[in-house]
């Protein structure tokens, strides 16, 4: 069956430094793939997507890269934030369904 | 201002009780999604729609049921068959009708057993 596996532990950092977080699939190839951030008790919101034939896409202080070859999604926040602490999950899409299956997340602590 | 509103924040089920999750939209998006979202795990589909009048089960449908009788409008039943309804719900909009669709989540209701 389809897995999308994300760091369970919390990735904790430094301000002003690049967070990484990451993201594997497994039994699944997907047309594009999207990342979501989650802060506690609120729904998640949409931040970028990346399609197969993208190897890297940019948005202000976020860059995702998504390699089809190693089944990997990695999601960096450079100069990172107190504000940017919040539970990020990956959601991989098929190419003819717009149905998701999401990650579990990986939460992010970014120290003052 | 738009957007999807999801109530009640909090719901408490008795045993044997049905419950309804009212979830509603204006941003005229097609499609409708039902998440559940339980501590440490990720987001699981349990009912979606495409159009109104239309629905299909997701990967943990038994134990609910929903209808779509208006576009706006995509309320979630929880039913007694559900032995374990104690979760984060979320609903979800998209355009509709495509693939690589962003989805625009409501704040969630929280649903406990009494």
């Known amino acids: 069956s389809q897995k999308i596996e994300q760091n369970s532990e919390a990735l904790n950092i430094q301000e002003g430094k690049t967070a990484t977080l990451t993201c594997n699939y497994t039994?699944?190839?997907?047309?594009?793939l999207q990342w979501y951030r989650q802060d506690p008790g609120r729904g998640p919101v949409f931040l970028l997507l990346?399609?197969?034939?993208?190897k890297e896409k940019r948005k202000e202080r976020l860059k995702v890269t998504f390699d089809t070859t190693l089944k990997q999604s990695l999601f960096h926040i450079t100069a990172s934030q107190p504000a940017d602490s919040a539970t990020y999950l990956c959601?991989?899409?098929?190419?003819?369904?717009?149905?998701?299956?999401f990650g579990s997340g990986t939460r992010l602590l970014v120290r003052p | 201002d738009g957007g999807i509103t999801q109530s009640p924040k909090y719901l408490f089920r008795k045993e044997g009780q049905n419950v309804t999750l009212s979830c509603e939209q204006n941003?005229?998006?097609?499609?409708m999604y039902w998440y559940r979202q339980d501590p440490g795990q990720g987001l699981r589909l349990i009912y979606y729609?495409?159009?109104?009048?239309?629905?299909q089960k997701g990967d943990i449908a038994e134990g609910y049921s929903v209808s779509r009788e208006k576009k706006e409008s995509f309320p979630l039943t929880v039913t007694s068959a559900q032995k374990n309804p104690t979760a984060f719900y979320l609903c979800?909009?998209?355009?509709?009708?495509?693939?690589?669709?962003?989805?625009?989540f409501g704040p969630g209701t929280r649903l406990l057993v009494l």
């Open positions: 990346i399609r197969e034939n993208e």
């Open positions: 941003l005229n998006h097609d499609a």
């Open positions: 039994n699944y190839s997907p047309a594009y």
């Open positions: 729609s495409q159009i109104v009048n239309d629905f």
């Open positions: 979800a909009s998209s355009m509709g009708g495509q693939s690589q669709e962003t989805q625009y």
């Open positions: 959601a991989p899409g098929g190419d003819s369904s717009y149905k998701l299956i």
